[in-house]
């Protein structure tokens, strides 16, 4: 039982008292003290039962019993008009607050309710609620900044105590916002912001308004999470930007090497036209990819991808992919080494394994030095079978970690990158992997580059 009254014989007039008259521990966030009219209000059997109730605090209700402590310890008489819930109903009150040291030395909070029964308006509370539990930042904070009252959200977004210019990811936009909005000006717009999770974007709106306790200029803050319509826009301007540079490299090859034929420059010299028109041919092939990887993308997106399942032994299927991608590793002077031993029998789509391998070969050339060597190497599992492909490139750059799976993600999207592609081939190998019941996923060598497995179970045996 933690219930223990307190023992001060200046509450002994006070429960002669009809006024309710309470006194609150905000670090615990309980009633430690009431006399007999508090007890009443509170529809509690006696003070014991009180005092052991659970009062379920919101973040919001801890956070501004805390603030009100630090307001009446510098002597501040403080009142306003609340509700409270005794067992659930709600009841409209006026309440003042003073301090009140505890036995231990703590401050504590003494509370002298007021019943507004003739003016009590249920839609009064109901707004009040709403705004409470709204699922959006809902804040009020003086004219320089310190935080007067938060919603629920806006304590969860940014904690129980911090000022308005406070949560700008960059202090002086935020004491820029602040003087604006102070001077009479209102604000709208998209900005960075920290939160308890890190660094968010947010739609702000801040006007200026008077306090509807004192009365004083303040201003009123709204505000919701933008950082996934803005990652969307952004990926979406990461798109047009890829897809552009991607189509712009092969489209002028092709043009340049048909042109040199067409205009006679090759003349009569058969290996000059050969390889004009075998430049063309790989960039028509290279265009094809493209196309076939936005294809695929939106199958997948739409769930319409379909896999043609065969019994195939998954050696077979992975030298297949080193055989078609060997021409472009000895164009890079890249030496591909296998460690594949037959007999790995899995029930899979061969085309859809194959363009997972094919897919971790091309980006282990890509950022392979020249001279250096890939390693294709499978092996039996528990679950099935691993297949890895090991280079000797710079890795996974670490602020690229989280996103490397994700559509249109690259380490480098500038147009200005020295290795192509479009960011979607991880994507696509993943999601493949996973619908054949298996896991894709990478880890970076200790001796440098990088090292990117699957794993698909082996073929039921009858």
Do not use: C
Request: aromatic content about 6%.
């Amino acid at each position: 039982m933690r219930f223990s009254p307190l023992a001060d014989s200046r509450l002994e007039i006070l429960n002669l008292l009809d006024l309710p008259v309470w006194i609150t521990d905000p670090d615990a966030v309980r009633i430690v003290w009431a006399n007999r009219a508090a007890v009443a209000l509170w529809r509690a059997e006696d003070v014991r039962e009180l005092v052991n109730r659970d009062l379920a605090p919101s973040p919001t209700i801890r956070a501004t019993l805390q603030q009100l402590r630090e307001r009446v310890q510098t002597g501040e008489r403080f009142g306003s008009e609340r509700t409270i819930y005794p067992k659930g109903e709600a009841v409209r009150v006026h309440m003042s607050f003073k301090a009140f040291p505890l036995p231990d030395g703590r401050g504590g909070l003494l509370v002298e309710a007021t019943p507004i029964r003739d003016a009590f308006d249920p839609e009064v509370v109901r707004a009040a609620e709403a705004v409470r539990y709204a699922p959006l930042v809902v804040t009020t904070h003086a004219l320089d900044g310190s935080l007067l009252q938060a919603n629920t959200l806006a304590r969860t977004t940014f904690g129980n105590a911090f000022s308005f210019a406070g949560i700008f990811a960059e202090p002086a936009e935020g004491a820029r916002v602040l003087a604006h909005v102070a001077g009479g000006e209102p604000f709208f717009e998209d900005v960075e912001v920290v939160t308890t999770e890190g660094t968010r974007w947010f739609s702000v709106a801040a006007r200026p308004i008077p306090d509807a306790v004192t009365g004083k200029p303040g201003i009123l803050v709204s505000a919701h999470d933008m950082t996934a319509r803005i990652e969307a826009e952004r990926a979406k301007d990461d798109l047009v930007s890829v897809v552009s540079h991607e189509l712009r490299t092969p489209l002028t090859a092709i043009r340049g090497a048909i042109g040199l034929v067409v205009g006679g420059v090759a003349g009569k010299d058969p290996a000059l036209q050969a390889e004009l028109l075998q430049m063309a041919s790989e960039n028509v092939q290279r265009l094809g990819r493209l196309v076939d990887d936005l294809l695929d993308v939106r199958k997948l997106a739409a769930g319409s991808i379909s896999l043609k399942l065969a019994n195939v032994d998954l050696a077979d299927v992975v030298q297949g992919a080193v055989e078609l991608y060997a021409p472009a590793a000895r164009a890079k002077e890249i030496e591909v080494e296998t460690d594949v031993p037959a007999g790995m029998p899995v029930f899979v789509d061969p085309q859809r394994i194959q363009q997972v391998v094919l897919n971790f070969l091309s980006n282990a050339i890509k950022h392979s030095p020249v001279g250096e060597v890939v390693r294709v190497h499978a092996r039996s599992i528990a679950e099935g079978f691993r297949v890895e492909v090991r280079d000797r490139g710079p890795g996974v750059p670490e602020a690229f970690r989280d996103k490397i799976f994700r559509r249109f993600s690259q380490a480098d999207a500038s147009s200005t990158r020295s290795i192509g592609g479009t960011g979607l081939g991880l994507y696509i190998a993943k999601t493949i992997v996973v619908m054949h019941g298996g896991r894709l996923g990478y880890e970076n060598g200790k001796a440098g580059g990088a090292v990117f497995f699957f794993e698909v179970p082996a073929r039921a045996t009858d």
